[in-house]
């Protein structure tokens, strides 16, 4: 499970991006975030319950063109989805 990025080439390719940070499961963007998604799965009461850890970064111009540049494969679908989850935790960047 999870993209991993090659940082180095990342950093080559667009400079220092702090919202590419190891192992992630999935990335997309809102109005006013970009949103680095980390799944698990978890047990709880004897169910499989799949975990989302998500971090929030504000959207700025240098993130914006960041993430076109790193996610212009997409081509239409620029903005990604979000991976539905049982449970989510949530922090800002």
């Known amino acids: 499970m999870g ?12 400079g ?11 990335i997309y963007r809102t109005k006013d975030f970009i949103i680095v998604q980390k799944l698990a799965v978890r047990e709880f009461n004897g169910e499989a319950q799949l975990m989302s850890s998500d971090t929030f ?3 700025t111009q240098l993130r914006d063109v960041q993430y076109e540049r790193i996610f212009m494969m997409r081509g239409d679908k620029l903005e990604g989805k979000r991976i539905a989850s049982n449970i989510a935790v949530r922090k800002l960047a």
Request: with cysteine.
């Open 3 to 14: 993209m991993i990025f090659d940082i180095e080439s990342i950093e080559k390719q667009v």
């Open 16 to 26: 220092p991006c702090d919202f590419i940070v190891g192992n992630i499961d999935n």
């Open 57 to 59: 970064y504000r959207r």
